[in-house]
T-cell receptor, first 112, second 112 residues
Framework: SQQGEEDPQALSIQEGENATMNCSYKTSINNLQWYRQNSGRGLVHLILIRSNEREKHSGRLRVTLDTSKKSSSLLITASRAADTASYFCATATGYNTDKLIFGTGTRLQVFP | DTGVSQNPRHKITKRGQNVTFRCDPISEHNRLYWYRQTLGQGPEFLTY????????KSRLLSDRFSAERPKGSFSTLEIQRTEQGDSAMYLCASSWDAYEQYFGPGTRLTVT
């Protein structure tokens, strides 16, 4: 079963605009990760935020985590056509398990 | 390229046949994971190994599925008596710790 639900399911923007995706999850977590998937490169890890962190940056990516609301957001600033992909959040509970539970994904289309 | 590799990349089989997939993780990684992904969904966890020990199996992994990781290196996933519902992308990932997972390109299985 999927842990996370992502919103929106699909997003279309112009190059240079910002893209925001949201993820909600159901159970307590140890960390939350965001992955990107496109047909050319498969699933690629983008960023990890631990349960005791509230915000994290990596290049043009900004991730926030609100454990009280069981939600996270991924912001991609100044988007490029190459950012076109599906984006998934994945949670790790960390309780005697290493597995990731993925959300349903957001399909991002960036038009040049 | 020293990333995770999977073979074959595509497999078409008839219902009732057995298939076996192989995953070669990044050499220094001690953890290896199998996930299954169907169209429009996020990956779903199947099983994972730490070294040669299989530590967790999902309920998705019916008796027809078996995974091995002899000597803690490569892993194989076998599906016996395939069914049309087994059609999916089978993803392998590896990691050194319990955090970032590196994914292979996947094996796309089509059961006719």
């Amino acid at each position: 079963s999927q842990q996370g639900e992502e919103d929106p399911q699909a997003l279309s923007i112009q190059e240079g605009e910002n893209a925001t995706m949201n993820c909600s999850y159901k159970t307590s977590i140890n960390n939350l990760q965001w992955y990107r998937q496109n047909s050319g490169r498969g699933l690629v890890h983008l960023i990890l935020i631990r349960s005791n962190e509230r915000e994290k940056h990596s290049g043009r990516l900004r991730v926030t985590l609100d454990t009280s609301k069981k939600s996270s957001s991924l912001l991609i600033t100044a988007s490029r056509a190459a950012d076109t992909a599906s984006y998934f959040c994945a949670t790790a509970t960390g309780y005697n398990t290493d597995k990731l539970i993925f959300g349903t994904g957001t399909r991002l289309q960036v038009f040049p | 390229d020293t990333g995770v590799s999977q073979n074959p990349r595509h497999k078409i089989t008839k219902r009732g046949q057995n298939v076996t997939f192989r995953c070669d993780p990044i050499s220094e990684h001690n953890r290896l994971y199998w996930y299954r992904q169907t169209l429009g969904q996020g990956p779903e966890f199947l099983t994972y190994f730490q070294n040669e020990a299989q530590l967790e199996k999902s309920r998705l992994l019916s008796d027809r599925f078996s995974a091995e990781r002899p000597k803690g290196s490569f892993s194989t996933l076998e599906i016996q008596r395939t069914e049309q519902g087994d059609s999916a992308m089978y993803l392998c990932a590896s990691s050194w710790d319990a955090y970032e997972q590196y994914f292979g390109p996947g094996t796309r299985l089509t059961v006719t």
